[in-house]
């Protein structure tokens, strides 16, 4: 077992758990302020690692800047959350605001089921990649480990951006403490003046938006099959559900532990590689069951 | 003769705020116990400690001289315990009579698989209790569309079905119409008389507390103010500043 | 009423087989279809959706082929129990870990197992043939040696008295003092811990039912087929389970089969005419299903009922 297989494990693992906290976070976002686990996080991402793929083969061949072709990753985010964000939130989640929580679960499975084939209608079964990004970026060196800077640094610095941003946000901005009321108490929110149904939609697209960054970050790494969106759903909710649900700062931690541990199991049991993160989270569920971090709920009785 | 429900150095903290302060409480068998004290003052909180819901960061709690500190709710109603909740806790997608069907086939606690709900039961039973109430009329409304008050009601009834040695009843009268209230707490109060049910409830309404309790207790900031003959207790000078609103 | 068009439905199935023999393998099929939508049914009258049940489908029908191959003189009938058996034993262990979860955790729980457990089954080729699956040679049933038409139509027979029995049980179970205090763990489990009962202890009773009728399907399956592959435990399975008990309803147990009739119906026309759609088929109906009637089939016959007699009254 020598160094540079551990480096190399660590930076597999560091760059791995940064797009899995990219896409939890938008999960976890969604899920704190909403209450609803949104099943069709997973179509999210799917969604913006195609379009990034598709945007990014338009933009190299029109022009040859790197940046540009970067640009094309949070461009491709934005239009998939924007526009994915808004269907279903105000399609289909509004439609059932308030209902039974079964009800609003199966809803946004069902949504997962018709972007599955949407995707599958727009872009085929076919593997779709983006190569080109992380060549151009070229690769960085440390203690005799090359690895690319693609994943190695912007990967992170991105996952690290997306987190501190959302917190000054939420802390700092006004709507991001409406975000935070709303998420607390709805109507009160509502008693207080505060537009909870845009606070809502915001909310979401936010968090859809991110979860689309996921993918759209993760497009240049992997190819894009079907199959990938219903992948990552599970993976985003073993993340989420291992911090505790709306947890941002544990969506961190939960991510590093599970992308970390996943590179172990890679280098050193293949074959569990899949069931890894499960087992992690059954773990954790299992000490304690409403995840790492959570704060204690208001009495209900 | 040992106590029917006891606690000795009960407390709890949720962060800063202090709900239950080194409490020692015996409750005897065949009083009827009124606990007075303003909101969030812990007497719920108490409640939920001594029936198994909530652990206390420390002290203990005996039914019927064992310790039950660390066993769950379902276990103390297993030893005799019933208990009506603030906010009604019904079966919402049920009738009324099912839910004091689903009672009566809990108390023997054996849930068939084979057996119809409404076979498993003593109808005579369910109804005498329905009727006890005063709910025979809607026994096969859906619990959904009961008025508050009438669920106050399903919720008392569903604990009286367990047949329990103590009965706990949080605030059993809010949310009744005051021409109900002494009507209800009659009844009630005449059902346990009858089958020796020491009582336990939770009050606001000082005129209900003085018409029934054999006892009262006092809470203040977590801990047990003052504790005895209802006309002690109410005539104490704190009791009267702090829960009554009187000098 | 229901019971009724339970019977009518179950001699239709054993006429139509009779009568045309090219639809005793699509109705078995459907049949094994219900049956996994019941499965999942008995968890939702709990208010808990799996969304990974067709684990236990895997497990029945990858046990029936384990044990064929290993014993091909072992008749049809005891390969059936074999299956029951070890998707129960299965459904008692992991539900042991299932039951101390709600809602998302429980669905969520579920599917990640269903998935952790596909996957292997595609990786493990030697032990599982993995993505080519295992194939089964036609065993005997009740120590009769048949031809393809006698074996499926006996088959058939033999899914329709399971079907039957199933239907009479669960509906039974549904009505009985465990089935209604499994409905209250939905609407209120503080209640039932105050009434005394263990809701831990009765939603995994459920668990293990539900698992008992997913494995049976599985084996059914596997032995109309022939042939097992890990396909038979995605998750796309598991949400069409879901679908149909969602459809068809989970206030009765014919439900599930209600459910499964409509989505025989609609898969044989999408078949035909918008193939590559399926999955957004599914889902749209999901969608208005949920929106316009969230208690299914079943629950659209009660409501007219009740205006029914209302308007007598």
């Known amino acids: 077992m020598n160094l540079d297989l551990v480096l190399l494990a660590v930076a597999d693992g560091v760059s791995y758990a940064g797009l899995l906290f990219m896409v939890s976070l938008g999960l976890t976002l969604i899920c704190g302020v909403m209450g609803i686990v949104n099943v069709a996080h997973g179509a999210l991402y799917a969604f913006g690692g195609y379009a990034a793929c598709t945007l990014s083969l338009q933009v190299m061949q029109n022009t040859p800047s790197t940046f540009l072709l970067l640009l094309v990753l949070p461009i491709a985010a934005l239009m998939v959350g924007l526009v994915l964000g808004t269907a279903i939130e105000a399609g289909l989640l509004r439609r059932i605001q308030g209902r039974d929580p079964v009800q609003q679960l199966l809803m946004t499975f069902a949504g ?25 970026l070229g690769t960085v060196n440390f203690f005799n480990v090359t690895y690319t800077s693609y994943q190695l640094v912007l990967i992170p610095l991105m996952a690290l ?141 | 003769m040992t106590a029917l429900l006891s606690t000795r150095n009960l407390c709890l903290r949720f962060g800063g705020v202090i709900a239950a302060d080194n409490i020692d409480f015996d409750l005897q068998h065949g009083e009827r116990l009124a606990v007075i004290g303003q909101n969030g003052a812990g007497k719920t909180t108490f409640i939920n400690i001594c029936t198994g819901f909530l652990k206390p960061d420390q002290g203990t709690v005996m039914f019927n001289g064992q310790d039950v500190t660390d066993r769950q709710p379902r276990h103390l109603v297993r030893m005799g315990l019933g208990r009506s909740f603030q906010l009604p806790q019904l079966f919402v997608d049920h009738t009324v009579k099912q839910c004091l069907e689903i009672a009566a086939a809990a108390r023997t606690g054996h849930m068939s698989w084979f057996v119809a709900l409404s076979d498993a039961v003593d109808v005579s039973e369910v109804n005498d209790t329905l009727r006890l109430v005063g709910l025979h009329e809607r026994a096969h409304s859906p619990v959904l569309a009961l008025p508050e008050g009438e669920r106050k009601l399903l919720d008392v009834a569903m604990a009286l079905m367990l047949k329990p040695q103590l009965m706990i009843m949080d605030e059993p009268t809010s949310g009744v119409g005051s021409d109900s209230k002494i009507q209800l707490m009659d009844t009630v109060m005449q059902a346990l008389a009858e ?19 054999t006892r009262v207790a006092a809470w203040i900031g977590g801990r047990i103010a003052a504790d005895g003959e209802p006309d002690d207790v109410l005539q104490q000078p704190q009791v009267r500043l702090e829960i009554l609103g009187t000098r | 009423m229901l019971n009724m068009i339970g019977l009518v439905g179950a001699m239709l199935c054993l006429l139509l087989g009779w009568q045309f023999p090219w639809s005793k393998t699509p109705l078995i099929m459907g049949l094994c279809y219900g049956l996994a939508s019941l499965g999942v049914s008995v968890m939702m009258r709990a208010g808990q959706v799996s969304f990974g049940h067709a684990l236990y489908a895997a497990i029945g029908a990858y046990t029936v082929a384990f044990v064929t191959r290993a014993y091909p003189a072992i008749d049809g009938i005891v390969l059936l129990s074999a299956a029951l058996l070890v998707s129960g034993l299965a459904g008692a262990v992991i539900g042991l870990f299932m039951v101390r979860y709600r809602g998302i955790f429980f669905g969520m729980l579920n599917l990640a197992l269903s998935m952790v457990v596909f996957a292997m089954l595609g990786k493990m080729y030697n032990w599982s043939g993995g993505t080519d699956g295992l194939r089964m040679e036609r065993p005997t049933l009740l120590g009769f040696t048949l031809e393809r038409a006698d074996f499926e139509s006996s088959l058939l027979i033999v899914v329709v008295m399971c079907v039957v029995g199933m239907v009479w049980l669960v509906q039974r179970y549904f ?109 749209l109906t999901l969608i208005f299903v949920i929106i316009l009637a969230p208690d299914g089939i079943v629950g659209l016959m009660r409501r007219k009922s009740v205006h029914r007699h209302q308007e007598d009254a």
């Open chain 1, 112 to 136: 997962f089921m018709v972007l599955e084939d949407v995707q599958r209608l727009i872009w085929g079964t076919q593997p779709y990649s983006a190569p080109d990004i992380i060549g151009r």
């Open chain 1, 161 to 301: 951006i997306s987190y501190a941003g959302l917190m000054f946000f939420l802390r700092f901005t006004s709507t991001g403490r409406q975000v935070v009321a709303v998420t607390h108490h709805r109507e009160m929110a509502t008693a207080l003046g505060i537009n909870a149904k845009r606070v809502g939609w915001l909310t979401f697209v936010l968090g859809a938006t991110l979860g689309a960054l996921g993918g759209a970050m993760a497009a240049p790494t992997t190819s894009m099959v079907p199959g990938a969106g219903a992948d990552m759903i599970v993976l985003s909710f073993a993340v989420v559900a291992t911090a505790g649900m709306g947890q941002i700062t544990g969506a961190l931690l939960a991510s590093l532990m599970i992308g970390l541990t996943r590179s172990a199991a890679v280098y050193l049991a293949p074959e569990w590689e899949v069931a890894v993160p499960y087992l992690i989270m059954a773990l954790v569920l299992l000490v304690r069951p409403d995840g790492l971090f959570t704060v204690a709920q208001a009495r209900r009785i």
């Open chain 2, 195 to 213: 089958r020796q049910v020491t009582s336990w409830f939770v009050e606001h309404d000082i005129d209900i507390v003085k018409r029934y309790a």
């Open chain 3, 175 to 283: 009505k009985s003092a465990a089935g209604e205090a499994l409905a209250g763990i939905k609407t209120n489990e503080t209640r039932l811990e105050y009434l005394g009962l263990s809701a831990r202890l009765i939603l995994w009773q459920a668990y293990v039912l539900s698992a008992l009728l997913v494995g049976l399907s599985g084996a059914l399956f596997a032995m109309v087929q022939g042939l097992v592959t890990p396909d038979i435990g995605a998750w796309l399975h598991s949400g069409e389970y879901v679908f149909i008990a969602v459809l068809g309803g989970s206030g009765h147990a014919i439900g599930a089969f209600l459910g499964a009739a409509v989505f025989e119906t609609v898969k044989l026309f999408a078949a035909a005419y918008m193939t590559g759609i399926w999955q957004m088929l599914l889902g």
